[in-house]
C-alpha cells in the first residue's frame, strides 16, 4: 500500500505526463477535445511546447512536413510567397486550430506569428500512428480539413467576385461566424492582425483596407473600439456580404 508522501509523488508523475495536455485553454478548442483525461499522457508524450514571437516562422513553405502543430495561444498567418517576392495570405490561425494538415511529403505553405504564439509541435509519423488509438482525433481532423476547403471555397469567390467593401466585410463576418463556432462572442471582432494583412488576404491594398474601414464606419456598419474590437452590424454586412449569410 502506498504512503501518502509516495502517492502524493504519484500525482506529480502523472500531472507531469499529462502536461500542457491537462491545463491547456484551448483543449476544449481543438481536435485534442477527442481524447478523454484517461489517455492525455500518450497525447502529452507526443507534443513540445514552442513559443514564437510575432514575426517568428513556424513553418517554411518546402520545408520537409515532418510537424503538425495545434495552436493554442495567439494568431498566425498562412501563406505563400508569390514569384515576384510578394505574399498571399491564405489564411489566419487562432487557438484551436490545427496547422501543417499536409497529404504532401513537404510543407505546401508558410506559417507566421502574427502576435505572441504558443502550439503543440507533434511529430507527424507518431501523432498518424496514435490516430488508429483514437478515432476521433481523425474524424475532428477531416472535419477541419472540409472546413478548409469550404473556406477556401469561399475565398476563390471573395477575390474573384467581390468589391472592396464586399470583401472587407465578407472578412469580418467571417471572424465572427468562427468565433460562434467556438463557442466565443461573435460581436465584437478582435483583429490581431493589421491593415496590411488583411489586404494580402482579401488582395487589396493597405490604403484600399484602410478607405475601406473608414467608409464602413461612415455608414454605421462597424464602429472601431479598445484593443483593436469592431462591433459589427451583422444583418446590414450579411446583406452588403452576400454569400457569407
Not at 504512503?3 to 485553454?25: N, S, W
Not at 515576384?84 to 486550430?97: E, L, N
Request: some cysteine.
Amino acid at each position: 500500500m502506498l504512503q501518502p508522501e509516495q502517492k502524493q509523488a504519484a500525482r506529480a508523475i502523472v500531472e507531469r505526463l499529462t502536461e500542457p495536455c491537462a491545463h491547456c485553454d484551448a483543449r476544449h478548442l481543438s481536435v485534442c477535445q477527442a481524447v478523454e483525461d484517461p489517455y492525455l499522457e500518450q497525447l502529452a508524450a507526443l507534443v513540445t511546447t514552442i513559443e514564437l514571437a510575432p514575426h517568428d516562422t513556424m513553418v517554411t513553405e518546402g520545408d520537409p512536413a515532418g510537424h503538425y502543430f495545434n495552436i493554442t495561444y495567439g494568431t498566425v498567418k498562412i501563406y505563400k510567397l508569390l514569384p515576384d517576392g510578394r505574399q498571399q495570405i491564405i489564411g489566419f490561425s487562432f487557438a484551436g486550430d490545427f496547422v501543417g494538415l499536409s497529404v504532401r511529403e513537404n510543407y505546401a505553405y508558410s506559417v507566421e506569428a502574427l502576435t505572441p504564439a504558443r502550439a503543440c509541435r507533434f511529430d507527424r509519423k507518431r501523432l498518424e500512428g496514435l490516430l488508429t488509438k483514437f478515432p476521433k482525433i481523425e474524424h475532428q481532423l477531416r472535419s477541419q480539413t472540409s472546413d478548409e476547403l469550404a473556406i477556401a471555397q469561399d475565398q476563390m469567390l471573395l477575390l474573384g467576385r467581390k468589391t472592396a467593401k464586399e470583401r472587407v466585410a465578407s472578412f469580418l463576418l467571417q471572424l465572427s461566424h468562427r468565433a460562434k463556432r467556438l463557442g466565443q462572442p461573435a460581436n465584437p471582432v478582435v483583429l490581431t492582425m493589421g491593415r496590411a494583412d488583411i489586404g494580402d488576404y482579401l488582395g487589396l491594398t493597405i490604403e484600399t483596407v484602410s478607405r475601406t474601414f473608414t467608409k464602413l464606419r461612415a455608414e454605421k456598419l462597424i464602429a472601431l473600439g479598445a484593443n483593436n474590437t469592431v462591433h459589427l452590424e451583422l444583418n446590414a454586412l450579411s446583406e452588403l456580404s452576400g454569400a457569407w449569410n
